[in-house]
């Protein structure tokens, strides 16, 4: 099966601008989650959707960030606008009903500058 | 607060060496253990998991690791290492009936040829 798909996989834009990332779930998982990871730090939950609905969205860190998933299918991640603060990888992560593991996509690394 | 903590920010051994990473959490309840690696230009892999029974759990690639509740720990181990082992590995855990990963910050491992 087709893995998680996240792209860009690189991002650099400047302090102000607006970044729009996007996650492409496995076929069929209702389940989909965005992490991430600010240098040298720990891989940070942001949110869950299951299907088209948002779960759980407490670890948004505030409201220039804007996650959607359309349909239930690919979802996307909006800064705006962007901070330096906000350079980091950015995951993607799928999961479907019956099981516990993740299936990560390869993560999108973004740079404010 | 829930958490994990991996000690080990970086180690390099020789091939054929043993490895022990360590991985200790704080939780209250039942937790969910899990072991991910990312290999260089890779996205994160479910290396393996723990929910309940055996406490020692073999994974994938020869890695395993043993659960000690009254340590809150989750060691990873390997008794022979190869080159190809070289990656950051993610200790995670989740409250049972829940899906949300809090990630230990990760471990870089380094095998010299």
């Known amino acids: 099966e087709a893995g998680v798909t996240q792209f860009p996989s690189h991002s650099v834009i400047e302090k102000g601008q607006t970044v729009t990332l996007r996650c492409d779930p496995i076929?069929?998982?209702?389940?989909l989650y965005w992490y991430r990871r600010v240098m040298g730090k720990e891989i940070k939950f942001l949110l869950h959707?299951?299907?088209?609905?948002?779960?759980?969205e407490s670890g948004m860190p505030n409201n220039r960030f804007l996650a959607e998933r359309t349909g239930g299918t690919y979802s996307t991640l909006k800064v705006q606008p962007a901070e330096l603060e906000d350079s980091g990888v950015y995951f993607c992560?799928?999961?479907?009903?019956?099981?516990?593991?993740?299936?990560f996509g390869s993560g999108t690394r973004l740079t404010v500058v | 607060a829930q958490s994990v903590s991996q000690h080990n920010h970086h180690v390099i051994l020789s091939e054929a060496a043993s490895l022990e990473l360590g991985c200790n959490y704080s939780?209250?309840?039942?937790?969910?253990l899990f072991w991910y690696v990312q290999y260089p230009g890779q996205h994160l892999q479910l290396l393996l998991k723990?929910?309940?029974?055996?406490?020692l759990v073999k994974g994938i690639k020869g890695f395993e690791a043993e659960f000690i509740k009254s340590k809150f720990s989750f060691n990873l181990r390997k008794p022979s290492v190869q080159w190809s082992d070289t990656a950051e590995y993610f200790c995670?855990?989740?409250?049972?009936?829940?899906?949300?990963?809090?990630f230990g910050t990760g471990t870089r491992l380094k095998v010299l040829a």
């Open positions: 939780y209250g309840g039942t937790v969910n």
């Open positions: 959707f299951v299907k088209e609905s948002k779960q759980d």
């Open positions: 723990y929910f309940s029974g055996d406490p």
């Open positions: 992560a799928s999961r479907s009903g019956h099981d516990y593991g993740y299936t």
């Open positions: 995670a855990a989740s409250t049972s009936g829940t899906y949300k990963y809090i």
């Open positions: 076929s069929g998982h209702d389940n």
